[in-house]
């Protein structure tokens, strides 16, 4: 885990931030369980990304697709938020963080008490119709085996409320309108190599704003530069953030 004195030097500029915003990747619900899925063991290393979470797949063979959406499902299963989710919560309740921006689709940073969240990629305990637009609860009744499942309404099948391979990425509006004034990016759980995640930090640091990284170790984003000032604070989320959460709201001996 990061140092007593880096997480000093964390709180500080989350203190001085005129406009904080975190940005939150798989990293953060690994510690809740969730696989990573491009870790080894992974979903992609059963199901071919290429093949089964695609828009082409669910419209052409939505059966097939199913087959991935019940095992992303199945992953989420007992599931819930951890530290590192309740941390971000308790800083925007603190009037510390502007809001959350994920690339997420477990709905935790909501479970833990986050208002402001926009879920980039949609999220997993919904379902939606693609022809009439309906829009409702994920029951686990359609993570069993059988056919896809159908809109009560339209008729058609249903997919995840997620984005697939092939779709726009969902609340870009909403994210630029979180970045604007933006000058500390708190990135968890992610080294935002993937676009258009990958764009966030570069806008805010060309914007003359810095990253606070928390990650297990150095990523691809710590190479590149953090901007002036910034900061990587290297350990598991859920020990860092409400170690910094704790030190910015004047909780220091709670420190982990």
Known sequence: MASREEIQKGADALRRARR???????????ES???????PGGLWEVYDPGTYATLFCFLREPERAWEFYRALGRTLVGKTFNPAHAALAELEQAGRLAGVIT??????HQAAGSRNVVEMHGNHHQLQCLSCGWVGPLGPEVLEPGPAPRCGDCGHPLKPNVVLFQEDVRGM????????????????????????????????IAAGGSVLEVNLGPTDL?????????????GQAGETLPALAAQ???????QV
């Open 33 to 39: 369980g969730v696989p990573d899925f491009r870790s």
């Open 103 to 108: 690339q997420n689709v477990d709905g935790f």
């Open 248 to 254: 910015v709201n004047g909780r220091a001996q709670e």
């Open 20 to 30: 904080a915003v975190a940005l939150t990747g798989a990293g953060i619900s690994v």
């Open 173 to 204: 509006d909403r994210a630029e309108d979180l970045l604007e004034g933006c000058d500390l990016l708190l990135v968890a759980g992610t080294s935002a190599q993937v676009a258009p995640a990958a764009w966030l930090p570069r806008r805010v």
């Open 222 to 234: 710590t190479a590149e530069g953090l901007g002036p000032g910034g900061l990587l604070l290297a």
